[in-house]
T-cell receptor, first 115, second 113 residues
Framework: AQSVTQLGSHVSVSEGALVLLRCNYSSSVPPYLFWYVQYPNQGLQLLLKYTSAATLVKGINGFEAEFKKSETSFHLTKPSAHMSDAAEYFCAVSAMDTGRRALTFGSGTRLQVQP | NAGVTQTPKFQVLKTGQSMTLQCAQDMNHNSMYWYRQDPGMGLRLIYYSASEGTTDKGEVPNGYNVSRLNKREFSLRLESAAPSQTSVYFC????????????FGPGTRLTVT
């Protein structure tokens, strides 16, 4: 079984400040990990993914995430927040041994960016 | 290349009514999925189809049925809608095999009164 925990349902930062969104996962086998972003009234868009290559993964819009096996974490960061980053962010895990390859999602973190 | 499309965008049903949500992808993907999104719960898998001709239950399948009509299309049917099925429904697809990356449609917002 696999699961994802996102710490903090709401995060507020000032424009230009560091963004840190936390994600911890549980998986009995090596996982694939994803971050998705959802803007209001839209579907989910892939930000970045970890698929057992480099542990530091760079995504779109200046976001990156680091896979830390010892901490079972995959936190999302961005050095400098922009107003356009305001959205909901979802961490997801997919275990490599499952035939269905469906994603298990965290409950989401809503990012607010203050001017 | 439209990606994943869903119809309708919005729907209001009365309790007991039925309806079918349509999903189509033009990326030649093998696998397709239906999720529902509820506040504070992320997305939960309803049904999935690993390949054309196969379907299987996900985490919350009760009250739903699916049909993988062909490689492109995967529909979700509510036979007798209930207020607990008020949600936003997302369809997704992926290449399958070695690729786990999923592409999502814009969603259908369903209200059951």
């Amino acid at each position: 079984a696999q699961s994802v925990t996102q710490l903090g349902s709401h995060v507020s930062v000032s424009e230009g400040a560091l963004v840190l969104l936390r994600c911890n996962y549980s998986s009995s086998v090596p996982p694939y990990l994803f971050w998705y972003v959802q803007y209001p009234n839209q579907g989910l868009q892939l930000l970045l993914k970890y698929t057992s290559a480099a542990t530091l993964v760079k995504g779109i819009n200046g976001f990156e995430a680091e896979f830390k096996k010892s901490e079972t974490s995959f936190h999302l960061t961005k050095p400098s927040a922009h107003m356009s980053d305001a959205a909901e962010y979802f961490c997801a895990v997919s275990a490599m041994d499952t035939g269905r390859r469906a994603l298990t999602f965290g409950s989401g973190t809503r990012l607010q960016v203050q001017p | 290349n439209a990606g994943v499309t869903q119809t309708p965008k919005f729907q209001v049903l009365k309790t007991g009514q039925s309806m079918t949500l349509q999903c189509a992808q033009d990326m030649n993907h093998n696998s397709m999925y239906w999720y529902r999104q509820d506040p504070g719960m992320g997305l939960r898998l309803i049904y999935y189809s690993a390949s054309e001709g196969t379907t299987d239950k996900g985490e919350v399948p009760n009250g739903y049925n699916v049909s993988r009509l062909n490689k492109r299309e995967f529909s979700l049917r509510l036979e007798s809608a209930a207020p607990s099925q008020t949600s936003v429904y997302f369809c997704a697809s992926s290449q399958g095999r070695s690729s786990y990356e999923q592409y999502f449609g814009p969603g259908t917002r369903l209200t059951v009164t």
